[in-house]
């Protein structure tokens, strides 16, 4: 076991943290940055077990932090980089004439968002965009894409570690405390935040400690004293996958209207880069935090979820919700039922199970589900050496570089890490 210094350590190897270290090493190459990930490979979770759609930021409320990090450096990047990547657009569909005024709201929602490409588009637009598809009116969205964000997670930690950055895989993050003594050299204890990991690891010191850590996320805030809330309760998303001589159904992303009345999207249609088309996802409570099957448990992880107020009264509100989101993952032609209302050719002989992914949920005591992204840090001297990234939901794989910028920008601020390029894409 070796000690090892640096300037800022970044837990957590998915798309976020990947980002974060990446921007933080070209814009201050200067400072010494590790990047902690407990898994062998980067983007291991979230990031690798995601639909791949590239955001136009349609859906976010006007003036979040959402809407205003949903922009064009993903596409700059994928471009520069060479990384394959579609914009086969996205078609949200009204399918019943009590949808068209949501339908409107959201388009509104667009414009005030500055969104690109967006157009209404009415049911004989529908079927030339998409033609298996059915509706009575449409947004489309040509800006929308779709990329395997895995690929990208790790295309972020290549620039990172030809930068000059430093990656430690298979290095779980086990503790986080002021050093009890002075690992730097002279009178001044130039590192005094000190990462631990498993036995035999190597000690992790550094000045500043930036964590983004996905599913775990409150648990590591809560090593420096943070609230325990928001706590993150984790979402089991099911997909279904079209069987390879049914993919001329669908070309698009195919979605449904929002509706406010229930806490996630519903299923949708989405063409994947490997050439497959993704149906769903259902959203249950997975009983591990990083469980991909109904036989991965954690009776910890599990304890930890229902016994929290939060999910207690969200459980409350969303019952009926809740009961038919389960039936629809283990009855596939439930599902297949819902499906149907976009696309009324697809049969259940026609689909099969696929991609499962579990989604990081931040919760709120009172049961509400927290959307927008939040940063944390902690009290006394410890606390004013780290930053937290609590929350990074949806389009956080889009926003990512965003994401990045702005969290160096708090990190030079908090840290007094002095001029910061902005310019850095």
Not at 15 to 36: E, F, Q, Y
Not at 190 to 210: F, M, N, Q, W
Not at 313 to 328: C, D, H, M, P, Q
Request: aromatic letters at 8%.
């Amino acid at each position: 076991m070796a000690r090892a210094f640096y300037d800022i350590a970044v837990v957590g190897g998915g798309i976020v943290g990947c980002a974060t270290a990446r921007h933080l090493r070209i814009a201050r190459p200067d400072l010494s940055i590790a990047l902690l990930e407990k898994e062998p490979t980067l983007g291991a979770h979230q990031s690798g077990h995601n639909s791949g759609v590239l955001h136009a930021g349609i859906y976010y409320t006007p003036g979040s932090l959402k809407a205003k990090l949903c922009i064009d450096l993903a596409y700059k990047y994928l471009e520069k980089k060479n990384i394959p990547h579609k914009k086969v657009g996205k078609l949200i569909v009204a399918v019943e004439k009590e949808e068209i005024p949501r339908l409107d709201a959201l388009y509104e929602r667009a414009n005030q968002n500055n969104c690109k490409g967006i157009e209404f588009v009415d049911s004989k637009k529908i079927q030339e965009i998409e033609p298996h598809c059915r509706g009575l009116k449409a947004i489309w969205s040509g800006h929308t894409g779709i990329v395997d964000w895995g690929v990208v997670t790790k295309s972020y930690g290549k620039d990172f570690e030809e930068a000059g950055g430093k990656i430690y895989y298979n290095h779980p993050l086990r503790g986080i405390k002021l050093a009890s003594e002075n690992p730097g050299e002279g009178k001044e204890n130039k590192y005094p935040v000190k990462v631990t990991s498993d036995a035999g690891k190597d000690e992790i010191y550094c000045r500043h400690l930036i964590t983004c850590a996905g599913l775990f996320s409150d648990r590591v805030a809560a090593l420096t004293g943070c609230s325990s809330e928001p706590r993150i309760v984790p979402f089991r998303g099911e997909y279904l996958i079209l069987k390879p001589e049914k993919k001329h159904l669908v070309h698009t992303n195919i979605y449904p209207v929002p509706d406010s009345r229930f806490p996630f999207l519903g299923v949708h249609f989405t063409p994947t880069m490997k050439g497959e088309i993704l149906l769903g996802p259902n959203a249950v409570l997975a009983f591990k935090r990083e469980g991909y099957s109904y036989f991965d448990i954690s009776l910890s992880d599990l304890k930890d979820a229902l016994s929290y107020k939060g999910m207690h009264k969200l459980i409350a509100k969303y019952t009926t919700y809740g009961v038919s989101e389960l039936y629809r993952g283990i009855i596939i032609a439930a599902q297949v039922k819902q499906l149907r209302r976009y696309v009324p050719e697809l049969r259940l002989r026609d689909v099969k199970r696929g991609l499962t992914g579990v989604r990081a949920q931040a919760l709120g005591p009172d049961g509400s589900l927290i959307e927008d992204f939040i940063f944390d840090g902690g009290e006394g001297e410890l606390g004013s050496r780290v930053l937290h990234v609590r929350n990074a939901p949806s389009p956080g794989a889009t926003s990512s570089l965003s994401i990045a910028k702005m969290i160096t920008q708090k990190a030079s601020e908090k840290f007094n890490l002095g001029a910061i390029d902005s310019n850095v894409v």
